[in-house]
């Protein structure tokens, strides 16, 4: 990662930095030392690089790879939502769209990865019975990321995540309703869930 220092007179005590087109933009006190600058370009880069990509990843792009992977259906579209506050992604079967919360980008790759997973499931088991968390488990790291996204959720807004938006056990022209993690076979946890 290339790294620009700038020493600023004003600049105290706060020391601060950004990453602009790939550089991290670090700004310190003019007074500072070469060992405690040193210092500061270490840390913020591993602070940077916990809070991962700048921008969004491509999903459209993910969700092809894992779909030809796993052997599961492509959704026919699938974007990231700043308006899901309560859910960490959401699936229409009956249209095919999937919608991922915009706070997952700034999860890591293999947790956006399990979302996209289990809500490409969606498409083929609308339900969390067994058969949905089959297809869930052909990810490697189904297990390693719902642990995350537990995590994660004990300070969600909401405090739920990925659903879907259909009830497979009506007929079509039925209302819906959305499923959530208590439909059969679902297991059991107090943090949010991935639906």
């Known amino acids: 990662m290339d790294v620009e220092v700038t020493r600023s007179p004003r600049r105290r005590k706060t020391v601060e930095a950004r990453m602009i087109d790939g550089v991290m933009h670090l700004a310190i006190p003019a007074s500072m030392t070469a060992a405690e600058e040193s210092h500061w370009i270490d840390v913020m880069r591993r602070r940077l690089e916990r809070q991962g990509p700048a921008s969004p990843p491509d999903i459209a792009k993910r969700a092809a790879a894992l779909s030809r992977r796993l052997g599961l259906p492509m ?115 107090t943090a949010p869930r991935v639906e």
């Open 75 to 189: 959704p026919r579209s699938i974007r990231w939502s700043d308006r899901q506050k309560t859910l960490w992604g959401s699936c229409t079967p009956r249209t095919g769209a999937i919608r991922l919360a915009s706070s997952v980008a700034a999860f890591p790759a293999w947790v956006v990865d399990y979302v996209i997973v289990h809500e490409l499931a969606h498409l083929v088991e609308p339900r969390h019975d067994t058969a949905f968390w089959e297809l869930v488990s052909r990810y490697s790291l189904s297990e390693r990321a719902r642990g995350y996204l537990i995590a994660k959720g004990e300070g969600a807004p909401g405090g739920d995540q990925p659903g879907c938006d259909e009830d497979p056990g009506q007929d079509q022209e039925a209302p819906r309703r959305k499923s959530t993690a208590r439909d059969q076979d679902a297991p059991a946890a």
